[in-house]
């Protein structure tokens, strides 16, 4: 291909055509070392929040296998960003190397699956987002209690809106987010589908309480780590984990009650 078909990938555009067009294995491997920032850069966003017995170097390790894949399979003859295209799949990578990892012990699973669910019923039932308190009569324990366990789900939570909704999903394009396209062909049914999700979730968005959507915006819209956040809102990182959890909590209940209701039918 001419240098002008491949100016989308800017400086590094000669070891994309070196790897892709002649097999170069040295073209490859520098293509590794030249994107390993990116990894660095998300493991170190998905580390926030993390029980520290989780290391960012395990989360680089295991996002340096996504990068791989993620080269193998990119098409050089898309103009789109080789790092719009690979950070789903580094994401996809870290989060499959942690869930394997099993630190999250099964009963801290139990109470964020029962909390999903008491804010998918109380939304259907409420016609709008339910209230902490809400919640915690909905599962007959005090706010207190409701306020503990969002605090053990906020030490063990995987950046819930980066993660995919189906196990039929291995390359993570069916995210709760879906603020990355899929840039292999979609077809209208797909195209009409994303824009469905998208509005939905923009929809539940617009209904959190203003604290929350911040930290939305500021996590998944602008990039910045809980730290960071902390630091903008003047809070502390353990009180921006819990707001972001709740956050999640809520949207994810939105949105698998809109799921529910699509397949449900009039």
């Not at 850069?41 to 993390?50: C, D, E, K, V």
């Not at 309480?209 to 996590?219: G, N, P």
């Amino acid at each position: 291909m001419s240098e002008n078909q491949l100016r989308h990938l800017g400086d590094r555009a000669e070891l994309w055509r070196r790897y892709k067009e002649e097999g170069d294995d040295d073209a490859r491997e520098q293509l590794i070392l030249e994107y390993l920032e990116l990894v660095r850069h998300t493991a170190g966003q998905m580390a926030m929040g993390m029980p520290t017995e989780i290391q960012a170097s395990d989360l680089e390790t295991y996002g340096v296998f996504g990068l791989i894949d993620a080269l193998e399979k990119f098409n050089i003859e898309r103009e789109i960003k080789f790092e719009t295209y690979a950070v789903t799949r580094i994401r996809g990578a870290i989060l499959d190397g942690v869930r394997n990892m099993d630190w999250v012990p099964a009963s801290v699973r139990r109470k964020s699956r029962d909390i999903e669910n008491a804010h998918q019923h109380l939304r259907a039932s409420l016609g709008r987002p339910a209230t902490e308190e809400e919640v915690a009569s909905y599962l007959g324990i005090p706010l207190e209690k409701l306020h503990d366990h969002l605090h053990q789900i906020s030490q063990s939570s995987l950046a819930y809106l980066d993660e995919s909704r189906s196990s039929e999903d291995p390359l993570g394009v069916d995210t709760l987010l879906n603020s990355v396209p899929d840039q292999e062909a979609v077809d209208p049914f797909e195209a009409a589908t994303w824009k469905a999700q998208r509005d939905s979730l923009a929809r539940a968005i617009e209904e959190l309480s203003e604290q929350k959507r911040l930290v939305v915006t500021l996590y998944y819209f602008e990039g910045l780590t809980l730290t960071e956040i902390a630091r903008v809102m003047d809070l502390s990182p353990s009180r921006i984990s819990q707001i972001h959890t709740k956050a999640v909590t809520s949207l994810r209940g939105y949105l698998q009650q809109q799921e529910y209701l699509f397949e449900a039918g009039p």
